[in-house]
């Protein structure tokens, strides 16, 4: 699954840390989801949408797989 | 600076792995095999020194290791668990295999692997009902 977190984080001035911190979730995680290694939970999927005034389905498109890194 | 909770929740498992080791060094003791029962006394304190120093570092080991972890972490935890078993029982089921074809009895290599074989299902059905 694509998703657009990264670019959000990064139009947001923010770091992996801060945006974990702030989600109560570890930098590596994020970095985990950026990469598409990792679908994150509906929770975390709505924090994150909610984080940065979006939608999931925005945030997060089931069309496209990522190519892990 | 870490947490308060942090600090606590770093404690949990080597606390566990002490306890387990000098519990079972304990019984080793009752039954009058000294040296065993030193060993595995030894054996617990250092895994839970070891322990406690890896949950000290950054990253998802020491996150894992200390209880204080999120949903990614917490699979990584279940999807090691799971490794574990399955290996263990591989082990045991091959070990089994061997004593069975040499006209042994198997034991306890033959009762562990439906012990677990056992659990598993146990396991199956009442997670099926929970969710």
Same mark, same amino acid.
């Given at each position: 699954?694509?998703?657009?977190?990264?670019?959000?984080?990064?139009?947001?001035? &923010?770091? #992996?840390?801060? &945006?974990?911190?702030? $989600?109560?979730?570890?930098? #590596?995680?994020?970095?985990?989801?950026?990469?598409?290694?990792?679908?994150?939970?509906?929770? &975390?999927?709505?924090?994150?949408?909610?984080?940065?005034?979006?939608?999931?389905? $925005? &945030?997060?498109?089931?069309?496209?797989?990522?190519?892990?890194? | 600076?870490?947490?308060?909770?942090?600090?606590? /929740? %770093?404690?949990?498992?080597? =606390?566990?792995?002490? *306890?387990?080791?000098?519990?079972? /060094?304990?019984?080793?003791?009752?039954?009058?095999?000294?040296?065993?029962?030193?060993?595995?006394?030894?054996?617990?304190?250092?895994?839970?020194?070891?322990?406690?120093?890896?949950?000290?570092?950054?990253?998802?080991?020491?996150?894992?290791? /200390?209880?204080?972890?999120?949903?990614?972490?917490?699979?990584?935890?279940? %999807? *090691?668990?799971?490794?574990? /078993?399955?290996?263990? =029982?591989?082990?045991?089921?091959?070990?089994?295999? +061997?004593?069975? =074809?040499?006209?042994? +009895?198997?034991?306890?290599?033959?009762?562990?692997?439906? =012990?677990?074989?056992? !659990?598993?299902?146990?396991?199956?059905?009442?997670?099926?009902? %929970? !969710?």
């Amino acid at each position: 699954v694509k998703n657009l977190v990264r670019e959000s984080r990064t139009v947001a001035g &923010l770091s #992996q840390a801060e &945006l974990g911190e702030a $989600l109560g979730v570890s930098r #590596q995680t994020i970095n985990a989801i950026e990469t598409g290694k990792y679908l994150p939970s509906l929770p &975390l999927a709505i924090g994150l949408a909610r984080y940065f005034d979006t939608t999931v389905e $925005l &945030l997060f498109d089931p069309d496209t797989k990522t190519r892990r890194k | 600076m870490m947490h308060v909770h942090q600090q606590r /929740s %770093r404690l949990y498992v080597p =606390l566990g792995v002490l *306890a387990g080791g000098l519990g079972l /060094s304990a019984c080793v003791l009752a039954g009058g095999v000294v040296g065993a029962a030193q060993g595995i006394a030894l054996a617990g304190v250092v895994g839970a020194v070891l322990i406690y120093a890896l949950s000290g570092r950054g990253g998802d080991v020491g996150a894992v290791l /200390s209880a204080d972890r999120d949903e990614r972490q917490a699979q990584l935890d279940i %999807r *090691a668990r799971a490794i574990t /078993s399955v290996v263990l =029982l591989a082990v045991c089921g091959v070990i089994a295999a +061997r004593e069975f =074809l040499q006209g042994g +009895r198997a034991q306890p290599y033959f009762d562990l692997c439906l =012990l677990a074989i056992a !659990t598993y299902l146990t396991a199956l059905f009442w997670l099926k009902r %929970r !969710t």
